[in-house]
């Protein structure tokens, strides 16, 4: 154990910094090993030693060393001095301040070229602070590489991010966002068939939509009390009526001149200023002019909204009905352009979504970091099913024709399989199928319920008579009750155990009604208790007949995507024919949703797969 620091004369008494060695002169206690820095106490107060970067605690200032008592302070020293703690004094001594020994912490060596350069000879507290970071840091990146050399590394790791973030403006921020925005509706219009924009609705009892009526509830009973008034002012009235011609004048096409000539000469705001200032106007007339008008250009859908304005006499009611119908007629122009642009769109979605996400990378480098994960793995998973059916086949290891690198395009389809069988709660979705998340979301939850449906129909049709699933009628009526009963399945509070348990007795039921009205014979009380139990064992993911039918789904997707539907469907495998109608209709969205993504992104697939089978095409030449 190191001997104490020797005690040093005051600040202004020894040394040529006030206590300090000598430039050059090596102090005895850093001859030997540096000790160990002292534990901080529960209750003291800290500072950094301007020179040294080790922990001090403040000292209390002797009364001889106060300014200007004689004490011999110099006077470029400091007020206050920072020494290092002294744990054996009692917490109240006062004793004068010792001076600190050279204590260097490790990985935080003095730097002697450092304190020649401090030709005044004054401590800065910004070296010592910033020696002390490094040593810091220093000791944090060598444990945490003990730690990386001690521990085994996963197979699998989530992909560290190939550049270093940066800072980027607002306006760039909202330039990017503005760029995405426009990509995702652009793609929502070109997939989504049945895309439309339908009218904000605020929640019940939401803040916003309470402030929103009382805003609203202001406005127009301020509307009231002006035209109530002797005479009355119509200001805001006037300001309406311009906002109601714009939005006319915005529902007309190019080829509507009259209409336009017409909505101009009509609500001429300088001439209704005048006729108001002149008490000549006649709201009435202006309100009967623009019904007609909204009624000519909206849609038939709103023909019952322009009947009811008609009844309504009063002018503040009837503005605030108008403009009602006016952001309903809004919203029936945006569909109505977005249905007149979708043909125009699809000929140039796949340029624009590409050249958008291309703008988006060039500000964004590691945007493609998730995308490039999934294809590792859809990689490795494929090689090592591979290698697995061939063993599996009895072909022994695997030869060196085996072990070619496999076709982009195959890695492709198996990696979209995998976003069939994803985990969104816990995993992020690849970068450029994150438009799609929702209807992949949506496949996987159907192609869940259709493998649960498939095995129960499989098991109940195995364990009754031979006839029985020839029946078209109670086929049908079958698959009905158990796709009703298994309609929530993926809410968080369904119970699948349970509904099994009433999808048995019901199956039962209908199935011993149908034997006895086809003449078969009827189920005995074992054949139903075995039929029980055989769908109750379905809720496990792991139950044989599940996972025979799910395989076999995959795999009808699977060869729906390497046909790409330039041909009929492929045939569906032997023990799904009840569910083929539905299978086939979610096979082909799939193979659509696929098809599209894979024309927009397949520049950046196609790079990303050439790294990576190159590097397993090196791995298969090292074994060879």
Not at 357 to 363: A, L, V
Not at 531 to 545: E, F, R, V
Request: glycine share 6%.
């Amino acid at each position: 154990m190191a001997a104490p620091a020797p005690r040093s004369p005051p600040p202004g008494r020894g040394g040529r910094l006030g206590g300090f060695p000598e430039r050059g002169s090596r102090s005895s206690a850093a001859l030997g090993p540096p000790p160990l820095p002292p534990r901080r106490p529960p209750e003291s107060r800290w500072c950094v030693w301007p020179s040294l970067g080790a922990p001090a605690r403040l000292a209390p200032r002797s009364p001889r060393y106060r300014r200007g008592n004689g004490g011999g302070q110099r006077p470029g020293d400091p007020a206050r001095r920072c020494v290092r703690p002294d744990w054996n004094s009692a917490p109240g001594d006062s004793a004068r301040p010792r001076r600190a020994a050279s204590f260097t912490p490790r990985g935080n060596r003095i730097n002697p070229l450092r304190m020649s350069e401090n030709r005044d000879d004054k401590p800065h507290p910004s070296n010592s602070e910033r020696s002390l970071e490094d040593g810091v840091d220093g000791a944090d990146e060598s444990i945490r590489k003990r730690i990386r050399q001690s521990t085994p590394s996963p197979q699998r790791l989530p992909r560290p991010q190939s550049t270093p973030p940066r800072f980027v403006s607002v306006d760039e921020l909202m330039e990017t966002v503005k760029g995405v925005t426009n990509m995702a509706l652009a793609h929502e219009i070109v997939v989504n068939g049945d895309f439309q924009i339908k009218p904000a609705e605020l929640p019940e009892e939401s803040l916003e939509k309470r402030v929103r009526e009382i805003v609203h509830k202001a406005f127009w009973d301020c509307l009231s009390v002006q035209l109530s008034e002797d005479p009355p002012t119509y200001d805001h009235a006037i300001k309406l009526v311009g906002e109601i011609k714009e939005t006319l004048l915005s529902f007309l096409l190019p080829g509507h001149s009259r209409l336009r000539n017409q909505i101009r000469e009509v609500l001429d705001l300088d001439l209704i200023k005048q006729e108001a200032e002149n008490g000549a106007l006649d709201i009435a007339r202006l309100a009967e002019f623009i019904i007609g008008m909204m009624g000519t250009l909206c849609a038939p859908a709103r023909d019952e909204e322009i009947k009811k304005l008609k009844d309504i006499k009063e002018i503040v009611p009837l503005f605030r009905a108008m403009f009602s119908v006016l952001d309903l007629m809004k919203v029936d122009m945006a569909n109505f352009a977005v249905t007149s642009i979708r043909p125009h769109l699809m000929h140039q979605s796949v340029e624009y979504e590409r050249k958008n996400f291309q703008e988006f990378f060039e500000k964004q480098p590691n945007a493609l970091d998730f995308v490039t994960q999934w294809l590792e793995e859809a990689s490795e998973d494929f090689i090592h099913q591979r290698n697995r059916n061939s063993l599996m086949a009895g072909e022994g290891a695997v030869g060196s024709e085996e072990m070619v690198a496999p076709c982009p395009l195959t890695i492709q389809n198996h990696a979209y399989m995998k976003l069939l069988k994803w985990d969104h709660l816990h995993r992020p979705f690849p970068e450029t199928v994150l438009m799609d998340q929702p209807r992949f979301q949506e496949m996987q939850q159907e192609l869940e319920r259709l493998s649960v449906v498939g095995a129960i129909l499989l098991v109940t049709y195995s364990a009754s008579a031979p006839g029985v699933s020839s029946l078209a009628g109670f086929a049908e009526k079958l698959k009905m009750v158990v796709h009703v009963l298994l309609t929530d399945m993926h809410l968080p509070s369904f119970n699948l155990n349970e509904a099994l348990a009433t999808i048995g007795e019901k199956v039962c039921v209908e199935v011993t009604g149908c034997l006895a009205q086809c003449g078969f014979t009827p189920f005995t009380a074992d054949k139903e208790i075995a039929l029980k139990g055989q769908i109750q064992a379905i809720a496990s993911p792991d139950d044989p007949i599940r996972k025979l039918v799910d395989a076999r789904i995959q795999a009808f997707l699977e060869a729906c995507l390497a046909s790409s539907l330039q041909k009929s469907l492929p045939a569906v495998p032997g023990g799904l024919g009840p569910i083929q109608k539905e299978l086939e209709e979610v096979a082909i969205k799939f193979a659509r949703l696929v098809n599209y993504n894979r024309m927009v992104f397949s520049p950046y697939y196609d790079a990303i797969l050439s790294k990576i089978l190159k590097v397993e095409g090196s791995r298969v030449s090292v074994s060879l």
